[in-house]
């Protein structure tokens, strides 16, 4: 019997597949104008987004595997929200323009960072990180429901330093690391592999 944590093959890896699968419905749900299904399949990435991580230490399935699938779907997830709310909220978002450009602007920095040093994207998932992306997601219910812009305006620029944050962690270590918690966690790791042998 093959040992569970060398399979790729783990419910926190198909929760994190299941925002690749959902990608492809919520661009077609929102090209056909459907918003109240777009944002119900949204919701459910969202849930996935939050359980895989919480689901892979619960059952010890962590991995660096499943770390840079999650960075993946992030990605991707990310970028279709934003196609997908320009087709079906136009006038929000060329309004919140800005706001919106520091969103995937905040997807798309680590990630180009970690392809210049190490030729891959990174998968530190920092508490910032966490903190911006529950804060993005629930912002932007409230905008495209109608409420006040200034939550998501708020949850652009955590997205932007939580970015900040994560090329700090990538121009300080020597190679890529999954699961680094802040920076703080990233300068104790350098100087833990600085300090001499006894």
């Known amino acids: 019997m093959n040992d569970l944590r060398d399979s790729r093959l783990t419910l926190p890896n198909a929760l ?13 749900l929102a090209w056909q104008g459907y918003r109240l ?19 892979a230490r619960r059952t010890g399935q962590v991995s660096s595997f499943g770390a840079a699938l999650d960075s993946w779907a992030d990605v991707i997830t990310y970028l279709t929200i934003a196609i997908c709310c320009w087709w079906l909220w136009p006038d929000i978002v060329e309004r919140e323009l800005l706001y919106v450009g520091l969103i995937v602007g905040s997807c798309l920095l680590p990630a180009g960072a970690g392809l210049l040093k190490f030729g891959r994207f990174t998968s530190y998932h920092t508490w910032t990180v966490k ?7 629930l912002t932007l219910y409230v905008l495209f429901l109608g409420g006040p812009a200034q939550p998501f305006r708020i949850a652009a620029v955590l997205c932007l330093l939580s970015a900040v944050e994560e090329v700090a962690i990538t121009w300080l270590l020597s190679k890529p690391e999954c699961n680094v918690p802040s920076f703080w966690h990233a300068l104790k790791m350098r100087d833990k592999k600085n300090l001499p042998a006894p």
């Open 131 to 137: 903190l911006a992306a529950a804060a993005m997601g």
């Open 37 to 55: 299904a777009f944002m119900s399949l949204l919701a459910l990435a969202f849930l996935t987004d939050l359980l895989d991580g919480f689901v």
């Open 16 to 28: 994190t597949g299941f925002r690749f699968v959902a990608s492809p419905g919520l661009l077609w």
